[in-house]
C-alpha cells in the first residue's frame, strides 16, 4: 500500500529536495504527489506486465508534464515565465539524473527511428561515456540526444524527468558551463515524480537506483548490442 511506503518517500525527497529549503508542508505535498505517482505507476505496470518499467515511465511523465503544465500557465499568466524557448540549450550541456524508467522510455523511443538516427545517437553516446564516466575531464558536455543544429531535444517528448521539471528564469545566464537559474516548483515536481516512479519500479524488482543518462544509455545500448 502506498501508506506503507511514506517514510521511504519522505527519506527519499528530503535528500533529493534539500537544497530547495521546502518547509514541512511543502515537504509533505511533495511526498504526497510522489505517491500518486507511485500508486497510478504500480497499477499501470501491473496490467501490463511486461515493459514495467516503460509504463511506470508513461505514468510519471503524465502526472508530472500535467502538474508542470499547470504551473508555468500561471507563471507565464501573471507574467513570470520562464524564459526557455527552442533553440536555447544551455541546460542540455548539464548532467542529467535518471531512473530505469526514464531509459525505458528513451529506448523505446530509439526504436521507432531510422537506421541513421540510431546509429548517429549510438555515436554521439560512445563518445560522451569517457567524460561522463570521469576518464576524461567532463566540462559542459552535451547530450547525445540533443540536435546539435537546431539547439533541440531529439527526443523530447520522451525525455528524462530531471529534463521536464528544468525551466531558465535568466536567459542571459543560459550558456553552456555557465550558473542556470530556474524555477523551484518545476524541479520539484519533476523529482517527486522520479522518486514515485522509483517506489514502483522497486515494487517489480526492477532497479530503482537514479544514474547518469550518458552513463546509463551507454549501459543500456551496450547491453542491447
Not at 527552442?86 to 524508467?101: E, K, N
Not at 530556474?182 to 522509483?198: D, H, I, K, W
Request: net charge negative.
Amino acid at each position: 500500500m502506498a501508506s506503507d511506503q511514506r517514510p521511504l518517500a519522505r527519506s527519499l525527497l528530503e535528500r533529493e529536495l534539500e537544497d530547495f529549503g521546502l518547509d514541512d508542508e511543502e515537504l509533505d505535498e511533495a511526498v504526497g504527489f510522489a505517491l500518486e505517482v507511485r500508486d497510478l505507476a504500480q497499477g499501470v505496470a501491473e496490467a501490463r506486465g511486461d515493459g514495467a518499467a516503460k509504463a511506470v515511465a508513461g505514468a510519471a511523465r503524465l502526472l508530472a508534464t500535467n502538474a508542470i503544465d499547470e504551473e508555468i500557465r500561471a507563471d507565464r499568466a501573471s507574467g513570470d515565465g520562464p524564459a526557455c524557448a527552442p533553440g536555447c540549450s544551455a541546460c542540455c550541456h548539464l548532467p542529467v539524473s535518471v531512473t530505469a524508467a526514464d531509459v525505458a522510455l528513451l529506448l523505446a523511443w530509439l526504436a521507432q527511428q531510422t537506421d541513421e538516427v540510431r546509429e548517429d545517437i549510438e555515436r554521439r553516446v560512445a563518445a560522451a561515456l569517457p567524460h561522463a564516466t570521469g576518464a576524461r575531464p567532463r566540462g559542459p558536455l552535451a547530450c547525445p540526444l540533443l540536435d546539435p543544429d537546431a539547439g533541440t531535444c531529439l527526443a523530447y517528448e520522451a525525455r528524462p524527468l530531471a529534463c521536464r521539471g528544468c525551466f531558465s528564469d535568466d536567459a542571459s545566464r543560459c550558456v553552456p558551463g555557465g550558473t542556470i537559474t530556474t524555477f523551484v516548483l518545476p524541479q520539484v515536481v519533476a523529482r517527486s515524480a522520479a522518486v514515485g516512479a522509483r517506489l514502483a519500479l522497486a515494487e517489480h524488482g526492477l532497479d530503482s537506483d537514479c544514474r547518469d543518462l550518458i552513463v546509463a544509455l551507454g549501459d543500456a545500448l551496450g547491453s542491447r548490442a
